[in-house]
């Protein structure tokens, strides 16, 4: 009898010291008031890192006020800089979307703005968003990702539209990232944006790395097309690995070629759309294009507005 009122005891005495500490946490941690942002996209271990630069640079000149904090959902990407980071010494870690989120929620914010970088709807954005709909403990609105509405394709078919050769003097391929998965919703994007571009140009065509138009069928076209010159414009983000190597590279694995050599081999001119910025020559992938920016910091916008609702 004295034992089991001795552990009754000691319980009550647990949950209630339990209990308190959990409402003297709640008393003594600064509770933050305006929502934090989460930039997320996929990530690059390439120079062209310098488009996330770009981004918040344009972000913090027309947004002022906020947090704004960055996260990468490739894990390769993120082992591979993580360990250049030790090895050079610096106290810098890239940061998985949960990682982001737990270090707001653990700082005091409650409510957050999550605003991938992704081009497409696809697996990459799905998973955002279900990493979103879980996570405990915080209120998270997402933005929408750049091809979300057919108003914001044609925006960004402005924008690049000034890069292309008359038809005239060439052939302009827009390269992609595609998805292999049959199912994925953003197969819908590609093919409509390959009509778009039928309908509009006669040539200019969309080619992607792992899906459909595949590269096999755009790099036919651009063979056949009578005029001599093939310009790159990266349909990316972020113009990194798949550029670099797969698009403009040479001596790659297993005797496989690059699209310029493809085309090189053909008897074509080839060049690439580049911008120079602090005097250094970089591909120039979407990121690298102010008005698309603002098409993803509009949607920041939109979600601050709603998240302020909640």
């Known amino acids: ?64 006020g906020y947090e704004i904090r960055w996260a990468f959902t490739s894990e390769i990407i993120r082992e591979k800089m993580n360990r250049l980071y030790r090895k050079k010494g610096l106290n810098k870690r890239l940061l998985s979307l949960k990682e982001a989120l737990a270090q707001l929620e653990a700082e005091g914010y409650r409510k957050v703005v999550v605003q991938p970088l992704h081009v497409f709807p696809g697996l990459e954005y799905q998973n955002v968003l279900e990493i979103c709909e879980k996570f405990p403990g915080l209120r998270i609105v997402v933005g929408e990702p750049l091809f979300y509405r057919w108003e914001y394709v044609l925006e960004v078919l402005e924008a690049v539209s000034r890069y292309f050769y008359a038809p005239s003097e060439g052939y302009n ?5 595609g998805t292999d998965v049959t199912s994925n919703g953003a197969n819908i994007a590609y093919l409509g944006i390959q009509w778009l571009l039928d309908e509009e140009f006669k040539n200019v065509g969309l080619g992607t790395m792992e899906g459909i138009p595949t590269g096999d069928i755009i790099l036919t076209r651009a063979k056949k097309y009578p005029a001599r010159k093939v310009r790159f414009i990266p349909f990316m983000y972020v113009a990194g690995d798949h550029i670099m190597n797969d698009v403009m590279g040479e001596d790659l694995e297993e005797g496989e070629k690059s699209w310029r050599e493809v085309l090189q081999e053909a008897g074509k001119e080839i060049d690439i759309v580049t911008v120079k910025i602090d005097g250094k020559n970089y591909y120039k992938g979407l990121g690298m294009y102010p008005e698309v920016n603002e098409i993803f910091i509009r949607s920041i916008k939109r979600m601050l507005k709603i998240i302020d609702l909640y």
């Open 1 to 64: 009898m004295w034992k089991s009122l001795f552990l009754t005891v000691l319980l009550g005495v647990f949950f209630l010291s339990s209990a308190w500490a959990g409402y003297y946490q709640v008393r003594t941690q600064t509770i933050q008031k305006k929502p934090a942002i989460v930039i997320t996209a996929f990530g690059t271990s390439t120079k062209a890192q310098k488009t996330f630069d770009l981004f918040e640079a344009q972000l913090r000149k027309e947004i002022t």
């Open 173 to 177: 391929i827009l390269v992609a990232h």
